[in-house]
C-alpha cells in the first residue's frame, strides 16, 4: 500500500462534500508528474490525506483512499470546462483520474503545525517550490500524521 497527499480546494470539493458522496472523481489534474503518480502509481486502497488548499487555513482535513483504477478525465474533452484540453482526444487522452472515497473528516492539521514539526521536514508538501496537487507520503509520514490527528 502507497499513501498520497492529494490537494483539493474547498470550494471546489471539500472533505465535507467527499464524505457526503460514495465516491469522488479526482478530476482536473493538469500537471504531468500528478498525473503520472495517479497512472502508474496509485492503487484501489492506497490511502490519501485530503488537503485544503488555496483557502484561509491550508491544511489536511480528512483521511480518504483511492477508490478506482485511472481512466480519462472527461474534462479535458469539454470545452466549457475550465480543465478542457484541445490537444486530448478520445483515442489518446492526455489526463487521468481516479476516484476517491473518503473515510474521515479530521481537526485541521495546518500547513503552519506541519511544518513546526521537525519529523515532518522532509516531506514533498513541505519543500520549497512545492506545489504539486498529488504528491507521495511516506510511510512514516503517514504514521506520523494519524498520531497528531488522534
Known amino acids: 500500500m502507497a499513501y498520497w497527499l492529494m490537494k483539493s480546494e474547498p470550494d471546489e470539493i471539500s472533505i465535507d ?17 500528478a498525473r503520472n503518480f495517479m497512472r502508474d ?4 486502497g492506497d490511502g490519501v490525506l485530503f488537503y485544503h488548499s488555496s483557502c484561509a487555513e491550508p491544511g489536511i482535513a480528512g483521511i480518504a483512499e ?26 489518446t487522452p492526455r489526463w487521468m483520474m481516479v476516484d476517491i472515497c473518503a473515510k474521515r473528516k479530521t481537526r485541521l492539521l495546518s500547513l503552519a503545525e506541519l511544518r513546526k514539526n521537525e519529523a515532518m521536514a522532509d516531506m514533498v508538501l513541505l ?3 512545492s506545489r504539486l496537487s498529488i504528491t507521495p507520503v511516506t510511510v512514516s509520514e503517514w504514521k506520523l500524521i494519524q498520531k497528531l490527528l488522534a
Do not use: C
Open 17 to 33: 462534500d467527499a464524505l457526503s458522496a460514495s465516491t469522488i472523481p479526482w478530476f482536473g489534474v493538469r500537471n504531468y508528474q
Open 41 to 44: 502509481a496509485m492503487k484501489i
Open 66 to 91: 483511492v477508490a478506482s483504477t485511472p481512466y480519462p478525465d472527461h474534462t479535458q474533452f469539454d470545452p466549457d470546462s475550465k480543465y478542457y484540453d484541445p490537444k486530448a482526444t478520445l483515442e
Open 127 to 129: 519543500q520549497k517550490g
